[in-house]
């Protein structure tokens, strides 16, 4: 039987297209001493770190190593953890497996990346199969769109529907004194904006950001004694599935997230997640995700996801606000995105989310995704579990 | 590339070389190549648990977690499950040359296999494309093919086919 874990502690740095006066490892330093200072403890408080970012995208292999002066694991016990746009939420869970375990009691998660130092398409290129998949592959954009492409096919949803999604979180990252982008988009906007792959245009998807993020997980009892209202981690779910992009069968949605999300929702003990969970943090690199995955995770029925965003259910004020800190699209230091997720969902628990702040929350939802359709569910409350 | 005057002191060092690689491909692989090269035909591979046939072959059926062994001839044939119209440029990591746009990058479900077979289709107009077309493989000419996937040269949209 594991122990009960909480987060205590959040920081990121003030994400933006380029950082020249950082190199990685400094920028991962002005997360960190954020986090720390969020829960008043030092490095030395600290017994482990789980830090991850895309180690390809700095070229860069031992990331662990190089970045000890950041992250201040100088002879403490420090795991790399690297798996694709799920890294951050990835890096979290291993956090919280570290204090589960019973065998540290304070262990910082770092997500970070300088998406600035190479170009991110190339990058993710690498990501596939070179003999079967690469020569085709381009990136994360167009096979997020062979997924538009197959959902729109299905439920006859349209360019405006997922238009809707970019709107809200962009609106939303206006609260976010942290997010990359902070100016407000239109529908008309989103439509006007160059066709980079069919159907996703520039406005549907997410920008490229330099940024880090650090989470404080702490055991049950000393968590206590750090913060006032800690996040207690309910549930967590890890569902990757597999490497060759033709293995995906796009009719099914997104079945990495739905059996993620169930296992985590038995966990967390969530019958209706649209009614019993308070706010979500959703990894959406794009818009249409916010159409698809939605249905994915429960909060509507198949083919509903575009009345669901129309109806205003998951703006601020409404039945399950989605992305009070602009999410994905709004910024996207990639190897820190997931962790992001976690980070905001907590702010959220611990109500420290300032002006992006949804009132009252008991339960938070954050969800990461990469990869091949990988997903990873992680569920945060205010009660004791 | 940025220069010195971009950032006024803040430097950076560029680094654009690719670097070489040498993947092996394995029998499953090299066999699906051979028959192209030879017959200008798809090869595929059933598992016996689930009864799933790969296109391309390949040793294992990773959520059953067996051998296989049982190659499967398969026609020329296909059908789009989705595709998209590459139009932003970017650098190919494979050559350091950017990757001519537009393309049309495509997953095709080959007749007779469960899973889906990536490559590019010779349509790039939107208007013209959709979910649900038959397309069919086009070959290098066989002096030409080098072993490797773009020996398939494009698939080509089969009209009057449309499902």
Redesign the interface.
């Given at each position: 039987m594991s122990r009960r874990v909480a987060i205590v502690g959040t920081g990121q740095t003030d994400h933006r297209s380029h950082r020249?006066?950082v190199n990685g490892r400094e920028m991962i330093y002005e997360a960190v001493k954020r986090a720390l200072a969020d829960c008043e403890s030092s490095i030395q408080d600290i017994d482990a770190v789980v830090i991850g970012n895309m180690d390809h995208f700095e070229?860069i292999n031992y990331v662990d190593t190089w970045s000890v002066e950041g992250s201040g694991a100088v002879m403490k016990p420090i795991m790399k953890v690297t798996t694709g746009g799920t890294t951050g939420t990835s890096v979290a869970i291993a956090a919280y497996y570290h204090v589960a375990s019973g065998l540290f009691d304070r262990v910082l998660a770092i997500g970070w990346e300088k998406n600035s130092e190479s170009?991110t398409?190339?990058?993710i290129?690498?990501c596939s199969d070179?003999?079967?998949?690469?020569?085709?592959?381009?990136?994360a954009?167009?096979?997020l769109?062979?997924?538009a492409?197959?959902y729109m096919?299905q439920y006859g949803a349209t360019q405006e529907d997922a238009a809707r999604v970019a709107v809200r979180d962009r609106t939303h990252a206006l609260n976010n004194p942290h997010a990359h982008l902070r100016k407000p988009i239109t529908v008309e906007d989103v439509m006007a904006s160059?066709?980079?792959?069919?159907p996703?245009k520039l406005l549907d998807v997410c920008p490229r950001t330099d940024g880090a993020a650090a989470v404080v997980f702490a055991a049950d009892g000393i968590a206590q004694q750090i913060a006032p209202k800690p996040a207690w981690i309910k549930a967590c779910a890890v569902r990757h599935t597999?490497t060759?992009?033709?293995?995906?069968d796009?009719?099914a949605g997104l079945v990495s997230l739905q059996e993620a999300s169930r296992e985590a929702y038995q966990q967390a003990g969530i019958g209706n997640p649209a009614d019993d969970i308070d706010v979500a943090e959703l990894y959406l690199p794009y818009s249409y995700a916010g159409l698809k995955w939605i249905e994915d995770l429960g909060f509507c029925r198949r083919g509903e996801g575009p009345t669901f965003i129309k109806e205003g259910h998951t703006d601020m004020g409404g039945k399950i606000p989605v992305n009070p800190s602009g999410g994905v699209i709004s910024t996207n230091c990639i190897g820190a995105t997931a962790l992001l997720r976690v980070a905001e969902a907590a702010l959220q628990v611990m109500g420290r989310a300032g002006q992006r702040q949804v009132p009252d929350v008991e339960v938070a939802l954050a969800t990461g995704f990469g990869g091949c359709f990988w997903s990873d569910v992680v569920i945060l409350g205010a009660a004791r579990p | 590339m940025t220069t010195e005057q971009d950032y006024g002191q803040l430097l950076t060092l560029t680094f654009s070389t690719p670097m070489p690689y040498e993947w092996s491909i394995g029998k499953y692989g090299s066999l699906f190549f051979k028959e192209i090269r030879e017959h200008q035909r798809f090869v595929g591979i059933r598992c016996p648990q689930c009864g799933k046939v790969y296109v391309p072959p390949r040793r294992l059926c990773a959520p059953c977690f067996e051998e296989l062994y049982d190659l499967v001839t398969l026609p020329n044939l296909g059908t789009i499950m989705a595709f998209s119209v590459v139009n932003y440029p970017f650098p190919d990591p494979a050559t350091g040359e950017q990757r001519p746009i537009p393309y049309t990058y495509g997953y095709i479900k080959i007749e007779g296999a469960d899973n889906i077979f990536s490559h590019v289709i010779d349509e790039t107009n939107v208007d013209k494309i959709a979910v649900g077309m038959k397309v069919a493989a086009v070959f290098k000419d066989r002096q030409e093919m080098q072993g490797n996937i773009q020996d398939i040269r494009h698939f080509k949209i089969v009209r009057g086919t449309h499902v």
């Open positions: 020249p006066d070229s170009d398409t190339a990058a290129i690498t070179p003999i079967w998949d690469r020569f085709s592959y381009s990136g954009i167009p096979s769109a062979t997924e492409s197959a096919k160059p066709m980079l792959a069919y996703i597999y060759w992009f033709g293995d995906v796009y009719t | -």
